[in-house]
């Protein structure tokens, strides 16, 4: 009789325990899944500044620094300009121009009080090499682009992945305390059938 009394709540107890079980191995599934994709997007960023160090590395391979317009065409090179740029939404906003980290060695060179007069070649300099320079910005700027996207992503991907860590402790934490639970209710009924 006493055991049947208390098998309605050893029933319960237990399913919620396995569901608990199952919950943990949904939410451990969720965060290493976040994690992957977190160390993808740590790898694109990688990448990305791979080819951005390219692109300098190929500026600086057509404009040496003994160049004698290594100066002006560094300043058109680093410029930073606002570009325009569709959202997901199909609208355009303006794109907040990014400083970029890596770029040590242009920082200090890059002076943006002229960032509104005209460009133009430099007098005396090749003009397909001033367009060189011109296609190399574009392309750092294209690559700034991709880092600031990527940067977000791993922002979102990492806040994710925070979120599934502290989920799964929860779990955890709930698994300990239902079995606990069940410990305590399976001494309390043994006790109860000794008396």
């Known amino acids: 009789l006493l055991l049947k009394t208390h098998e309605a709540r050893d029933v319960a107890m237990k399913e919620n325990l396995n569901l608990a079980c199952q919950k943990q191995h949904d939410a ?40 004698q317009f290594h100066k002006p065409l560094l300043k058109v090179f680093s410029k930073k300009l606002k ?69 977000c992503a791993i922002n979102e991907a990492q806040k994710a992945y925070d979120r599934h860590v502290q989920q799964e402790k929860q779990i955890q934490r709930d698994v300990c305390s239902y079995v606990e639970d069940i410990h305590s209710f399976q001494t309390k009924k043994q006790q109860t059938l000794n008396k």
């Open 83 to 151: 570009r325009s740029k569709k959202n997901i939404s199909g609208n355009i906003s303006e794109d907040e121009t990014n400083e970029d980290e890596e770029d040590s060695e242009l920082e200090g060179e890059d002076d943006n009080s002229d960032s509104e007069e005209d460009e133009t070649c430099p007098t005396g300099c090749n003009i397909s090499l001033y367009e060189q320079v011109i296609e190399l910005r574009e392309r750092r700027l294209d690559q700034e682009d991709i880092f600031a996207d990527i940067k």
């Open 28 to 67: 451990s599934t969720a965060s290493s899944d976040s994690f992957l994709l977190l160390a993808a997007k740590e790898n694109d960023r990688g990448v990305c500044q791979t080819h951005e160090k390219a692109i300098l590395s190929e500026f600086l391979n057509a404009v040496p620094k003994q160049h």
